[in-house]
């Protein structure tokens, strides 16, 4: 299982090392080695964070080990958006022991790796929870703006410092859009705009589920939320499958 695990995460990193969308041209040279060396770096950090997560809970021998087919049973009820207690009352199996699987699935499958590229804009958008502003990117995807990554805290300081004033005096605006220079390493304020509010509906209608969520746990639900955003149901089981050699 650690070896399926580890393949799957170094081919789908280095495809994405090797991908079109890592390389930026600058005076028509391409900085293939700056950019493979920074990029390795990070997919480095957030595989052995990852490999290292797996090993405090004991994936392998814990006394959470159940069989094959229960393990996939869990994975389906996850990918349909089932909590944990729900999960564990159609299985019969202890709540803390599903909730154990739930939050390796967490780890496993909530890394966004977001990749820029030089002079490239940036569409930022918020939701409001709580009286907390919680930025995120509209790219591909949408990506949760986290400080542990850090070229999104680069951003953060950048909004807190130039934008969010700026967003509490007008509710009308929801995005701002941003252009990064790798040189200057500073962002250039193209414009502010109205944003769908789809995200942020999804994200409202979903955490309503949980009756109240601890402020620790708001973000790893968020970040949840934005990844069933992102992705169909059976994307998430599939992946599962594959990862769990299933």
Known sequence: MIISLINWRIISSFSLIFSNKIFYHDKEKFYFKKILK??????????????SRLEDKNIITSKTKIEATKLKEICYFFSE???????????????????TYYKIFRE????ELFLIKNN????????????????????TNYILIE????FFFQINQFLQNHIHNIFIKNKKIK?????????RKDFLTLGFFSSSKEIEI?????????RGINKENLNIHLKESFFRFNNQKEFIYNKLIQIFNL
Request: a positive charge.
């Open 175 to 183: 995005k701002v859009k941003l252009i990064y220079n790798h040189h």
């Open 120 to 139: 490239q804009n940036l569409a930022i958008s918020y939701i409001k929870i709580n009286q907390e502003y919680f930025y995120y990117l509209e790219d």
């Open 108 to 111: 496993l499958l909530f890394n």
């Open 81 to 99: 958006d089932f909590t944990a207690s729900q999960t564990s009352k159609k299985l019969k199996i202890s709540r803390q022991t599903i909730n």
């Open 38 to 51: 920074s990029h390795f770096l990070a997919i480095f950090f957030i595989y052995t964070a990852t490999m």
């Open 202 to 210: 999804f994200v409202n209608n979903r955490l309503k589920r949980f």
């Open 147 to 150: 400080n542990n990554n850090p």
